[in-house]
């Protein structure tokens, strides 16, 4: 082995022992090409990030998901044969252990958890279904508890605070769904069972504000973030859209689905991914064409949106998330094989804390998905 590279592997294991003496919050970075999970501890105090290892769950692992009891990781694998697989967390390490493989019938491109830890729920983007299956610990249901046909290409699904109620981004109907959740892990529609975006808009990612009174969904295509009242029976109402800045800053035009192939010069809005605070008080949008994370201040009463500020990131943000304190933003790249961290300031400002490789290869990782955990 080459002297340099036997160097880099034992700062790899020496450095994170004292690191993780003081480390209470871990970042996982599921890497598509490689198909490993990269574990790394975060500082509080300066957002700085440790590589701690990397563990393989699969080739095209994607999205990721912690349990509310912080003590289990789940991945889904968007390869065939497709599974989801699971593992236990270290809370003092953070490390992964007691690997569990589940079979699935779909590839799913988004999955979450009920508030309970009872039931994981994926969204399949090829198979246009949503699916819940019961879960104990890191084992999951051989067969879907229920599986719920959304129309084309769902995206994202999630859960609100009294676990009541389940919504769905479904891309290509310019939808989102608002669905019952039953105690037995069922779904069934709320209300007429869908609310619209503008058309064309490509509903993808969706958040709940942290009172429960409000939905934001992000659209793919159209790059507009959609604000939906919550009622009281789970149905959605329309409140407001607010377009997207980084299209007529960076000259893109509207988007289009991309399916494998996809080949256009033209520089199109390209929306990932948005997270809001614990606080509710900043919500923040993740544009791939651009690599930009544009940041909102959210009116406390209304729920409104009001910009902030763009900053550039990582080539082509795929992931964001923000720590359970509500201190760092944390951005993956999938073209550019680092990820950051950004210090939230009190006007919601992002100021870079630290840049660190995605993973341990000399290779470009196709960093994508981001779950962090708090102990």
């Known amino acids: 082995m080459d002297p340099k590279n036997m160097l880099m592997k034992s ?3 020496i450095i994170p022992v004292s690191f993780l003496s003081h480390a209470e919050t871990f970042v996982y970075v599921s890497n598509s090409d490689s198909g490993k999970i990269s574990h790394y501890a975060l500082n509080e105090k300066n957002g700085k990030l440790q590589l701690i290892n990397e563990i393989f769950a ?4 994607m999205p ?7 003590k289990y990781l789940y991945s889904a694998i968007r390869q065939k044969p497709y599974n989801i697989t699971a593992w236990k967390i270290d809370p003092k390490t953070g490390d992964l252990t007691d690997k569990t ?3 699935v019938d779909a590839s799913y491109a988004y999955i979450s958890t009920d508030n309970t830890g009872k039931y994981l729920f994926g969204a399949s983007y090829d198979a246009d279904i949503v699916a819940s299956y019961a879960v104990n610990g890191t084992q999951l249901s051989e067969k879907a508890v229920d599986i719920y046909h959304t129309g084309p290409h769902a995206h994202s699904v999630i859960v609100d ?6 919504y769905v981004g479904n ?3 310019d939808r989102v769904l608002q669905l ?13 069972g869908y609310v619209e975006t503008a058309k064309e808009n490509g509903p993808r990612h969706s958040v709940i504000s942290p009172d429960n009174r409000f939905l934001y969904n992000i659209g793919e295509m159209g790059g507009i973030v959609t604000q939906y009242a919550r009622q009281k029976d789970g149905s959605l109402t329309k409140v407001s859209e607010t377009m997207s800045p980084v299209a007529d800053k960076y000259k893109l035009e509207h988007g289009k689905e991309r399916p494998a192939g996809y080949s256009d010069p033209t520089p199109r809005i390209w929306a990932s991914d948005l997270k809001i605070t614990p606080d509710g008080k900043w919500l923040y949008v993740a544009e791939r064409t651009s690599s930009t994370v544009a940041g909102y201040k959210i009116n406390k009463t209304e729920g409104k949106l009001t910009l902030i500020g763009i900053w550039e990131t990582e080539k082509q943000p795929r992931g964001i998330a923000v720590d359970p304190e509500g201190k760092f933003l944390i951005t993956t790249g999938e073209k550019s094989g680092y990820i950051s961290t950004y210090q939230i300031g009190k006007n919601g400002t992002l100021t870079k804390a630290d840049r660190v490789p995605a993973g341990a290869n000399d290779s470009i990782e196709d960093a994508n998905w981001i779950s962090v955990v708090k102990f």
Request: hydrophobic residues 35%; aromatic residues 0%; positive net charge.
């Open 161 to 166: 605070q009294t676990n009541k109620s389940l």
């Open 101 to 103: 493989i589940t079979p």
């Open 58 to 61: 699969g080739k095209k692992a």
């Open 180 to 192: 019952n959740l039953n105690q037995d892990g069922k779904l069934s529609p709320a209300g007429s």
């Open 11 to 13: 700062v790899l294991l």
């Open 171 to 173: 891309l290509g109907a």
């Open 64 to 70: 990721t998901a912690i349990s509310p009891d912080k």
